[in-house]
């Protein structure tokens, strides 16, 4: 074997040569009277000066290892591809010189017994370090070069693991010493498997003693475009409708679902016009304030008339109006032109003055028609027929063609953005507006957390960490998303209304475990940690730094100088600082009486709707992070949920929470085998399926059994039988 280095490796090279590298060659050794299991032994008198121990003999064949003096580890290349870094590599020859080698052979001979051997690819020293403390020993990469050398491979994460515990003083192995253990346990398959990628671990059938950490067919939840599948046959599985904990959400590379969105975006959108409307004009006040800036606007108008017979006409709107109101007011959501027709839903009063207009703080020039209310009343109206069974046996009738629904989703933008009031005539409508919501609340479970806007959020179908999501709430914007990329993408209802902290958006990681799926069994872990954007929540900005909360996106921007100095600079709070906060806004217990039970309800759910899917395996677990968002009533909402969550300790929180994590998962994946009992840190059973005992068998004939039955009447001789 020997340790030798291309341009990205860390290795040991098997070799028969004296190289510089570090090679094994089976050397014979007397045996002795002693067992051949029985492990050395070194006691104190025989234990020699730093670096001059006395070499070990062993009673069976011992390998004559060449291995290199005291190592430096330098960084990669830029050019290197591979995620190694390189170990000089001047050595000279012995046979288990130092103590530090006889303790790393006697450990791995010891794990090789007891088949305490695993492996992990990817950067968890937690985990690495968590199954070490209880005996097991980590088998690398293993290569063959060219030359028919064997080479192990330390991967980059390990090393930069040595380093640092090299720089604080608390070195406890060198990369040396775990090659020599990877080579002693390397005709030994690992017990424990850990990977990033479920491909690691799937590609070749696992044996059956063998311990993975993903489950084969996964993606039907860990997925957007699975989750969004899925999610619709909740109900059959639970009692729980899944539009009270999942933002309505379709696939855009279906064609029937993407007439869905285009149907439901087009209702929101009436629903939204109906809220603002409310909102806006509720107040006697502003009513009366508008009205009377009206009247003045229209005796202005009256007094210009050239003559007794004049008239005034209402002018037109032309599309260079509104697209000047548009640019006007730094309208950057809305930029498609206005069609010529859509102006039927627009009308205006003649102003002579314009620095009459100026001192106002609303337009009055110009005013959307009442037809548009109506028409958002009418769809309203229509849904919650639908959602009461009331269109049963009726015809359909289609009062809306696609050219009214342009103009109507033009006027909507502009009133949304106060860019135009509603004519007054539209103010006697308030009172049935304000029914038609309260009907609507009752049969839309969506509706507490949507704002007026009608923004919704793009997302790639199997992408993760933020990547490629964008906000949006104008058709044609995505529209034009979704053919750049291939429509592979789902989209979902954005929540407009978010709970905020110190008026910035967040969203909460939440670490669940499956450790079997026939029965279900999941386990919650009781912490979780807060992820804030950098920028101010804001809708009238839809920028990633506003509203996409991933560490992923928000490490490449800086915290404005005008968010609260309350939040940290990393974006991340852990669980105890939320409820802190809570505690002291004076919601008391809400986290643990609202949230945490909400959560566990949507993972619950998620998981038995798709159960069916999930291909089981005994000796299977999964550790995965479920993102949730919170509405400023407390309700819970599942974003998505993702397999092989980052554990990176990149911020304080994170530091402080993934090493217990992944503690606390080997507790419940490895310890509780040997003792049902014991301590499983954090996490928590949440639910354990209940064992349906097999049906009594049936009989496999359907032979009737009976007995032959005389009627009385002799003449009816051919109904004697049955």
Not at 242 to 247: A, N, S, V
Not at 627 to 642: A, K, P, V
Request: with cysteine; charged share 25%; glycine share 4%.
């Amino acid at each position: 074997m020997s340790l030798a280095t291309p341009s990205s490796d860390l290795a040991l090279r098997r070799s028969d040569s004296a190289r510089s590298s570090v090679a094994i060659t089976p050397v014979a050794a007397s045996r002795s009277s002693k067992n051949d299991d029985e492990l050395p032994k070194i006691s104190e008198k025989e234990k020699p000066e730093a670096k001059e121990l006395k070499s070990l003999k062993r009673d069976s064949t011992l390998p004559k290892i060449k291995v290199p003096c005291d190592q430096k580890v330098n960084k990669a290349s830029p050019s290197s591809t591979n995620d190694h870094l390189n170990l000089s590599t001047n050595a000279v020859s012995y046979t288990f010189q130092t103590e530090d080698e006889i303790s790393a052979r006697i450990k791995a001979e010891r794990a090789l017994k007891e088949r305490k051997v695993f492996t992990v690819m990817g950067p968890y020293p937690g985990l690495r370090a968590a199954l070490k403390r209880r005996g097991w020993v980590e088998r690398f990469k293993s290569e063959f070069s060219g030359d028919g050398n064997n080479l192990v491979v330390l991967p980059r994460s390990v090393i930069l693991e040595i380093n640092k515990n090299n720089a604080t003083g608390a070195r406890k192995e060198t990369g040396k010493t775990l090659a020599l253990m990877s080579h002693i346990v390397r005709s030994c398959s690992p017990t424990f498997m850990f990977s990033v990628n479920s491909v690691d671990v799937l590609s070749n059938p696992p044996k059956e003693f063998q311990i993975i950490n993903h489950f084969a067919k996964a993606s039907a939840f860990t997925t957007k475009t699975g989750l969004c599948q899925n999610l619709r046959n909740a109900h059959w599985f639970n009692d729980i409708d899944p539009m009270t904990f999942y933002p309505r959400c379709y696939n855009l590379r279906d064609a029937e679902e993407k007439q869905l969105f285009i149907d439901n975006y087009r209702l929101t959108a009436c629903i939204c016009f109906i809220k603002h409307f409310v909102a806006r004009y509720n107040s006697e006040s502003v009513r009366s304030h508008l009205l009377a800036s009206k009247r003045r606007l229209q005796r202005k108008s009256n007094s210009s008339a050239l003559g007794p017979n004049s008239r005034t006409q209402p002018s037109t709107i032309s599309v260079t109006d509104i697209e000047s109101l548009k640019n006007k007011n730094n309208c950057t959501a809305s930029t498609s032109t206005i069609q010529a027709s859509s102006l039927s839903l627009l009308q205006s009063t003649e102003c002579d003055s314009c620095d009459e207009l100026c001192k106002q703080p609303l337009l009055k020039v110009k005013q959307i028609s009442a037809k548009a209310l109506c028409l958002a009343l009418e769809r309203c109206k229509c849904f919650l027929q639908e959602r009461c069974h009331e269109d049963i046996d009726k015809e359909e009738t289609e009062t809306v063609n696609e050219l009214q629904w342009n103009q109507f989703i033009e006027v909507f933008h502009i009133f949304v953005r106060n860019q135009m009031d509603l004519d007054p005539k539209s103010w006697t409508m308030l009172k049935r507006c304000k029914d038609v919501l309260r009907a609507v609340l009752g049969k839309w479970p969506q509706f507490s957390m949507e704002g007026s806007r009608n923004v919704w959020v793009l997302k790639p179908g199997a992408k993760s960490r933020g990547r490629g999501i964008q906000c949006s709430d104008n058709l044609e914007e995505i529209y034009e998303a979704a053919i750049a990329s291939k429509w592979a993408i789902v989209i979902q209802k954005y929540i407009e209304r978010p709970l905020l902290i110190h008026g910035t958006k967040f969203d909460i990681r939440q670490w669940f475990l499956v450790t079997d799926w026939n029965p279900l069994t999941m386990w919650f872990y009781n912490a979780c940690y807060l992820r804030f954007c950098s920028k101010k929540f804001s809708l009238d900005d839809l920028d990633p730094s506003i509203h996409v909360s991933n560490n992923c996106i928000q490490k490449n921007y800086e915290p404005e100088p005008k968010r609260a100095k309350e939040l940290p600079e990393d974006n991340m709070w852990t669980h105890e600082e939320f409820v802190h906060y809570l505690r002291r806004s004076g919601h008391g217990e809400v986290f643990a009486e609202k949230i945490i039970p909400g959560m566990k309800k949507a993972i619950v759910s998620t998981l038995l709707c798709t159960q069916e899917l999930v291909v089981p395996r005994k000796g299977t677990f999964e550790l995965y992070g479920a993102d949730f968002m919170l509405t400023n009533d407390f309700h819970t909402w599942l974003l998505e949920i993702n397999s092989s969550p980052s554990m990176a300790r990149s911020t304080k929180a994170t530091t402080a929470l993934v090493d217990c994590v992944l503690e606390d998962m080997i507790k419940v994946v490895l310890d509780q085998k040997s003792n049902d009992s014991g301590d499983t840190g954090n996490f928590e059973l949440a639910y354990r399926q209940p064992v349906i005992d097999d049906f009594p068998p049936t009989d496999a004939s359907l032979a009737v059994y009976g007995k032959l039955l005389l009627l009385r009447n002799n003449n009816d001789k051919a109904a004697q039988s049955l």
